[in-house]
T-cell receptor
Framework: DAKTTQPPSMDCAEGRAANLPCNHS???????VYWYRQIHSQGPQYIIH???NNETNEMASLIITEDRKSSTLILPHATLRDTAVYYC?????????FGKGTLLTVNP | DTAVSQTPKYLVTQMGNDKSIKCEQN?????MYWYKQDSKKFLKIMFS???????INETVPNRFSPKSPDKAHLNLHINSLELGDSAVYFC???????????FGSGTRLTVV
């Protein structure tokens, strides 16, 4: 499984875009990049995943570099409820491996 | 509501006891998991089950025995509980092993 590196913490102003980076230089060619978040000890919540192309859903956008060694999760208009630990992870079948994640704090 | 539900939510027990945590999903998924989140907040996979068959066991002690009576249920039984077993245990499910997992709200186990 890919080893991922994320900053331990980030701040963002409410209403602004939050851009969360992730390095996954060891990701293999057929390994997806996933993003999850965990709000205050609740169960992790799936956000988005991608392989090569950029992806967008109702929660966020995922930008993956052409060499697939890094990605950025974008929350276009962060709200206070987006304060959480965000995990970027690679995974193989039946085994997602979580790292330490980034604590995103959205400030009023 | 469609969800992954775990019971109990909290469990406090003495060392040496045996306890079980139940998990049920009504999402129609074919794969279920147990994860452990320790005091340092690391989430580690323990088991993966696909269609009731064990496919991943991440070097979990034999005291932990998962049981999947059907695709919708994956229970976790723990024998001879130790202080180090104190953690939050999360159940999850997915369709296939690749895409979005849905997690339960967790069971906080405290061994005293």
């Amino acid at each position: 499984d890919a080893k991922t590196t994320q900053p331990p913490s980030m701040d963002c102003a409410e209403g602004r875009a939050a851009n969360l980076p992730c390095n996954h230089s060891t990701i293999s060619g057929n390994e997806y990049v996933y993003w999850y978040r965990q709000i205050h000890s609740q169960g992790p919540q799936y956000i988005i995943h991608g392989l090569k192309n950029n992806e967008t859903n109702e929660m966020a956008s995922l930008i993956i570099t052409e060499d697939r060694k890094s990605s950025t999760l974008i929350l276009p208009h962060a709200t206070l409820r987006d304060t959480a630990v965000y995990y970027c992870l690679g995974g193989s079948n039946y085994k997602l491996t979580f790292g330490k994640g980034t604590l995103l704090t959205v400030n009023p | 509501d469609t969800a992954v539900s775990q019971t109990p939510k909290y469990l406090v027990t003495q060392m040496g006891n045996d306890k079980s945590i139940k998990c049920e999903q009504n999402l129609g998924h074919d794969t279920m998991y147990w994860y452990k989140q320790d005091s340092k907040k690391f989430l580690k996979i323990m088991f993966s089950y696909n269609n009731k068959e064990l496919i991943i066991n991440e070097t979990v002690p034999n005291r932990f025995s998962p049981k999947s009576p059907d695709k919708a249920h994956l229970n976790l039984h723990i024998n001879s509980l130790e202080l180090g077993d104190s953690a939050v245990y999360f159940c999850a499910s997915s369709q296939g092993g690749l895409y979005g997992y849905t997690f339960g709200s967790g069971t906080r186990l405290t061994v005293v």
